[in-house]
């Protein structure tokens, strides 16, 4: 799991830390944190505060340590603009079995154009460059992943030393780097608007929703998804194109293509169930105003399901503050990014917040401003 992150120099971030281990031991609602860390979080702000760009720099790794969808254009303008800044700085701290820790840093003049790397596992630094003019590899290292002699050119600054590991490695499951890997590979944002549906990370082919539902025989459980979730009196069929390519329809006596006619909320809805019914495969999932089209208690019922049916950790963006409720979540798990910096709520007060607290109340109040 992500235990902790950290950008400079980012977009609107001067110096952001984002630190998941900041939990508190409150006995309600605790299947929101695992292993001492937030597994369930929300995550509020003014517009423009920076909650998707939040969502940009966490997922910067994917570019250049995956062969996944890296959605370059919406790193367009990468550095802080307000200040003369020349690179970016990133680091994430990550938590794997038994207590075992990776922390991975690295610079950036853009978001293809690394300028260093640096390793750690447990705590030892493994891997740097640049260092002394070349690269640093521990010995040690080297050889219990067996990756070889490095044919790689630290000077070429769009190839990640790292990733060169990964892929030359001794393939072994139970490997702290394999679990890095495999991390990272699974991390998806994802953000759906009125014109398309954008993701990051995870996958790296582009493919129509519906016809996925339909090739993977979902139809029934698509549909009874929609009718317990969404509330939706719906029907669904499924018919064969002259082309030959099959296509989903409402069936209401009269078929109606479902792409066509499927109103904003429920094709949101239908892209969380797609992404779902990848679940197993995802680590870390980022969901930018996740219930921007939803109607306050669909969100609720989606937020309650995500919780309830995703093991990995997964955080949301979000203006409904009718989510606000320990009844759902807690206070060390909702989040408010404001001035470039982002704090749970239990950090952001000095008041001592009980179960039977309005978060809701006390966020509209400003209780959390500071």
Not at 34 to 48: E, S
Not at 66 to 94: C, G, I, M, P
Not at 222 to 250: H, M, T
């Amino acid at each position: 799991m992500l235990k902790r992150f950290e950008v400079s120099g980012f977009k609107q971030f001067g110096h952001l830390v984002w630190d998941f281990s900041r939990t508190r031991e409150y006995a309600f609602n605790q299947n929101c944190v695992k292993d001492g860390l937030v597994r369930d979080g929300l995550i509020y702000g003014a517009n423009a505060s920076g909650k998707t760009n939040l969502g940009l720099a966490l997922f910067d790794i994917t570019a250049h340590l995956t062969d996944k969808n890296s959605a370059d254009d919406l790193y367009r303008y990468y550095l802080k603009a307000d200040e003369d800044v020349k690179y970016a700085d990133f680091r994430y701290d990550f938590q794997f079995s038994g207590d075992h820790s990776i922390s991975y840093g690295y610079r950036k003049s853009s978001h293809r154009l690394l300028l260093g790397e640096e390793l750690s596992i447990d705590g030892r630094l493994v891997l740097r460059w640049p260092d002394a003019g070349g690269i640093f590899i521990d010995p040690e290292f080297q050889e219990m992943y067996k990756f070889g002699d490095m044919k790689w050119d630290f000077q070429s600054s769009d190839l990640s030393a790292v990733k060169y590991v990964f892929n030359n490695m001794l393939s072994d499951s139970s490997s702290l780097l394999f679990q890095f890997r495999t991390f990272v590979n699974g991390m998806l944002w994802f953000q759906r608007n009125d014109l398309n549906n954008r993701y990051i990370g995870y996958l790296n082919t582009h493919e129509d929703i519906y016809d996925y539902i339909v090739r993977e025989g979902y139809i029934g459980d698509f549909e009874k998804f929609l009718q317990e979730q969404g509330e939706i009196a719906v029907k669904l069929a499924v018919i064969q194109n002259p082309d030959g390519n099959s296509e989903l329809y409402f069936d209401y006596g009269q078929k109606i293509p479902f792409s066509k006619a499927a109103s904003s909320g429920t094709r949101a809805l239908s892209l969380f169930y797609y992404w779902l019914k990848h679940k197993k495969g995802i680590t870390f999932l980022f969901i930018d105003e996740f219930d921007a089209f939803y109607h306050f208690k669909l969100a609720k019922k989606v937020f309650q399901y995500l919780i309830s049916n995703f093991s990995g950790q997964a955080m949301v963006t979000s203006h409904n503050i009718d989510l606000l409720t320990n009844r759902i979540t807690r206070p060390d798990c909702c989040f408010v990014v404001r001035n470039g910096q982002i704090a749970s709520f239990a950090d952001s007060t000095s008041r001592e917040i009980r179960q039977g607290n309005n978060l809701e109340r006390l966020y509209v109040g400003g209780e959390f401003d500071e």
